[in-house]
């Protein structure tokens, strides 16, 4: 069968662990360039005392809500007609962490006496004495002494939930802890939003904040955040939308809520963006050699570069053909002499480009940041680049797009480049599709269409539309299936026989996707038949073997495929694109999966010779055209779909779009936008 007919998809939502990844020495380094960015944040934040100008019309909860804020900021005590109650003074929250590790040694380890006391306060209270070392690196050398005051901070250890902190805090507080307990309406406040940051959002509208709140049990869920606000938990903010409706009335605006780490992230974000459209690119060659650049690349590859040429920030969308696009911006860039760097979000994707340029000029993402990878930094601390070129942008956060548009020195320029129909990133905020919508610099849409059947097909998913394509050499392969059980024994015997023998690709280039790891068909049930089948054995080292295929992921939301090549004492040792990677015993764990299968997630940013896209009956509620889109784009030259979901996935491609994020981005960058004072 050579014409996807309705192929659909599985059923647990993917967690969302896309493939971007980085070598353990550039996490590390990764997050110092954080942390001195976390530092400049902070600066920024300190010159920022005036009031917020908008919504000074408001009344009701809004107006409450914004002169919270201000007192908040002005070192004030909040009003008593918004606070009736001041809230009981404890210890300062102590700033988010990481919910998992981002080095392959893992996070510095507390004081042996610090993990004591915090074990002590857990065995009062009923709770695993295995959270005393999560919980004493979460809340820090305090940590005990927090929980016995506020038992619901718990929540603040990774993968605790409010119904685990809840049973802590009535067997800790006895009857003293209930659902209207304001120490546990701050902490959900802050739990509702840190689970809202890797699905995306940098805030959340007030509504849906107090709506969350309620179903959580918390009976008055507007004071719970005016006590957030008060205690400095979380910020709110009056953003303007839209335009007064006549003279005498009021400006719209919309009340949202979000953690002060991802604010400052998503403003400076808008501060370095600004900057960069608002300043001429440095004169760093002739018009005329720009111009004779253009005239020697052909179709949009010339728009690009005449777009480059005189513009500080560019956007340029396409899909794998369209990379040979900003190739060659990037050739044309070192043939007159520029620094001028590409960055993408994993290795792999950096070997993929690598091959479409001439020299060198290709990091990825981490490595730049980090200085372990690229041209370095300038005596003033900027990255020594003319331009750069960052890839499969729909993966930038705001958290690395600040760190990005703050490293850049005044006169680069930067081109963000990629498909804007793939999965967003996992992490907070939408950058690459807020500037598409804002409208304001160049955008250069690809004339250059993936070709071939698979081409057509992915072509026509992104605009909601699932094609019938003739397949003449098998490009494209419709597997149906009835249950869980035979979707797994077709998926490797595609993988093990029918593609090897068929279309001549070696399991081993071979790419299994499935929605999520659980459940009858996830990653985790694949990846043991696959094992089974392909690499047999005794799981000698937590479950992995030589020859094993894993993905490996050295920070939160990123995932880098390797195999393993041994173990030893130190640790298992991977090969990760040619590199070698050592992840200590107690981290394996938390950081490797077998990666005969993976997510859509996980494979963004990654492209295979084949892949085998997986639909069970139980995925309908998964399926989306962009968990779709990323899917079935992943392979070059042969996709198989194990088919079993009716006419799911043809209405999840007409009908089901991304999800929707709350972000600020567009109402920050707005003004900073030439003609926005006119």
């Keep these: 069968m050579s014409t996807p007919e309705t192929p659909e998809e599985p059923r647990s939502a993917d967690d969302g662990t896309p493939a971007e990844g980085a070598q353990v020495s550039e996490a590390e380094a990764e997050l110092a360039a954080q942390r001195l960015e976390r530092e400049r944040i902070e600066?920024?934040?300190?010159?920022?005392?005036?009031?917020?100008?908008?919504?000074?019309?408001?009344?009701g909860t809004a107006a409450e809500l914004l002169a919270a804020v201000r007192a908040v900021e002005s070192g004030e005590k909040p009003p008593a007609t918004v606070f009736e109650e001041r809230p009981a003074p404890r210890r300062p929250a102590p700033e988010p962490v990481r919910r998992a590790p981002v080095v392959a040694e893992g996070p510095a380890a507390p004081a042996e006496g610090t993990v004591d006391g915090v074990r002590e306060v857990l065995t009062r209270g009923g709770a695993p004495a295995s959270l005393a070392g999560p919980a004493a690196a979460a809340?820090?050398?305090?940590?005990?002494?927090?929980?016995?005051?506020?038992?619901w901070q718990l929540l603040r250890v990774p993968g605790v939930r409010p119904e685990q902190a809840d049973g802590f805090a009535r067997a800790l507080l006895a009857g003293e802890a209930g659902p209207g307990d304001e120490r546990r309406g701050r902490a959900l406040t802050v739990w509702l939003l840190e689970q809202a940051a890797p699905a995306g959002h940098t805030v959340l509208e007030m509504s849906a904040l107090t709506e969350a709140l309620g179903r959580q049990g918390v009976p008055e869920p507007e004071d719970a955040v005016r006590n957030a606000i008060a205690e400095g938990d979380v910020l709110v903010f009056q953003d303007a939308i839209g335009e007064p409706a006549g003279e005498d009335e009021e400006q719209p605006v919309r009340v949202v809520?979000?953690?002060?780490?991802?604010a400052l992230a998503e403003e400076s974000l808008a501060d370095g963006l600004a900057r960069l459209i608002n300043s001429a690119p440095k004169q760093d060659g002739a018009a005329e050699d720009w111009e004779r650049a253009a005239a020697a690349a052909e179709g949009s590859a010339a728009d690009l570069i005449r777009a480059a040429s005189g513009h500080g920030l560019v956007l340029h969308t396409g899909g794998e053909a369209a990379l040979a696009e900003p190739a060659a911006l990037l050739d044309a860039a070192h043939g007159m002499g520029l620094r001028a760097w590409a960055a993408t979000h994993s290795p792999v994707g950096r070997e993929r480009?690598?091959?479409?340029?001439?020299?060198?000029?290709?990091?990825?993402?981490?490595?730049?940041?980090?200085?372990?990878?690229?041209?370095?930094?300038d005596p003033e601390g900027a990255l020594a680049v003319d331009l750069l070129v960052v890839l499969d942008a729909p993966q930038l956060d705001v958290e690395t797009g600040a760190l990005l548009t703050?490293?850049?020195?005044?006169?680069?320029r930067l081109v963000l480049s990629g498909d804007p129909a793939v999965l967003w990133s996992v992490g907070p905020g939408r950058v690459f599709a807020d500037l598409l919508a804002v409208r304001a610099c160049p955008q250069v849409a690809s004339r250059r269409p993936d070709p071939g059947p698979l081409g057509e097909l992915v072509s026509g998913v992104g605009v909601g539309e699932l094609l019938q394509v003739e397949a003449p050499e098998k490009e494209v392969v419709i597997v149906p299936v009835r249950d869980a059980g035979e979707a797994v024994h077709r998926t490797v015997q595609l993988v093990a026989d029918s593609v090897p023998r068929a279309i001549g690709v070696p399991a081993e280039e071979t790419q299994v996707i499935t929605p999520g790891h659980g459940g009858a068909v996830g990653t985790r049930v694949l990846n043991a038949a696959l094992k089974e089948r392909l690499n047999p054995g005794p799981g000698r080292f937590a479950g992995f073997d030589p020859g094993d295929r894993v993905a490996y992921s050295p920070a939160p939301g990123r995932s880098l495929p390797g195999r393993v090549a041994g173990a030893d004492g130190e640790?298992?040792?991977?090969?990760?694109?040619?590199?070698?990677?050592?992840?200590?015993?107690?981290r394996v764990e938390q950081t490797v999966r077998h990666g005969w299968a993976l997510t859509a997630h996980q494979a963004v940013g990654a492209r295979w010779p084949a892949a085998v896209v997986v639909l069970p009956g139980d995925a309908v509620p998964a399926l989306s055209r962009p968990w779709i889109y990323t899917a079935f784009s992943r392979a070059d030259r042969h996709l198989?779909?194990?088919?079993?979901?009716?006419?799911?996935?043809?209405?999840?491609?007409?009908?089901?779009p991304a999800k929707p994020r709350t972000t600020r981005l567009p109402v920050l960058l707005a003004p900073q936008l030439p003609g926005a004072a006119e």
């Design 571 to 586: 640790g298992l040792r991977l090969d990760c694109g040619g590199e070698e990677v050592v992840v200590p015993r107690d």
């Design 43 to 59: 600066r920024r934040k300190a010159e920022r005392q005036g009031p917020i100008e908008a919504g000074t019309k408001l009344s």
């Design 257 to 262: 809520v979000g953690l002060e780490r991802c």
């Design 139 to 151: 809340l820090g050398e305090g940590a005990a002494e927090l929980l016995r005051e506020d038992p």
């Design 353 to 377: 480009f690598a091959s479409r340029v001439d020299g060198p000029g290709v990091a990825t993402v981490a490595g730049l940041l980090s200085g372990t990878e690229g041209p370095g930094r």
């Design 640 to 656: 198989s779909v194990v088919h079993g979901v009716d006419q799911a996935l043809q209405r999840a491609v007409a009908e089901v």
């Design 406 to 412: 703050e490293s850049l020195p005044d006169g680069a």
